[in-house]
Nanobody, 119 residues
Framework: VQLVESGGGLVQAGGSLTLSCAAS????????IGWFRQAPGKERERISC?????GSTYYMKGRFVTNRDNDKNTLSLHMNHLKPEDTAVYYCAAAFSCAQMSVGYIDIWGQGTPVTVSL
């Protein structure tokens, strides 16, 4: 059972980036699947969640779009108009539902993918 993120890297401010999370051992439709990020020296914060019953929920609004591909068993995060303060390690996570998409209730974490936004 694992979640594997990909797509992180270095991007200039104002640019866009799409992260992907591939699930194995679980079916994404059976969970609330979402994204968190953790910047250096800061707490992990949630970005979004998607579940079959709850749809998509955004905790950070405006520049992030989450899409779930049930056929590929993946979740993506498209980020627009990136800023240096978006620099962080981005994590994919699975919980029983989006209602439990909080750090203390996550069942499965990915290993994270780093994103660096430069000026």
């Amino acid at each position: 059972v694992q979640l594997v993120e990909s797509g992180g890297g270095l991007v200039q401010a104002g640019g866009s980036l799409t992260l992907s999370c591939a699930a194995s051992g679980i079916t994404v439709t059976d969970y609330g699947i979402g994204w968190f990020r953790q910047a250096p020296g800061k707490e992990r914060e949630r970005i979004s969640c998607s579940s079959r019953s709850e749809g998509s929920t955004y905790y950070m609004k405006g520049r992030f779009v989450t899409n779930r591909d049930n056929d590929k068993n993946t979740l993506s995060l498209h980020m627009n108009h990136l800023k240096p303060e978006d620099t962080a390690v981005y994590y994919c996570a699975a919980a029983f539902s989006c209602a439990q998409m909080s750090v203390g209730y996550i069942d499965i974490w990915g290993q994270g993918t780093p994103v660096t936004v430069s000026l």
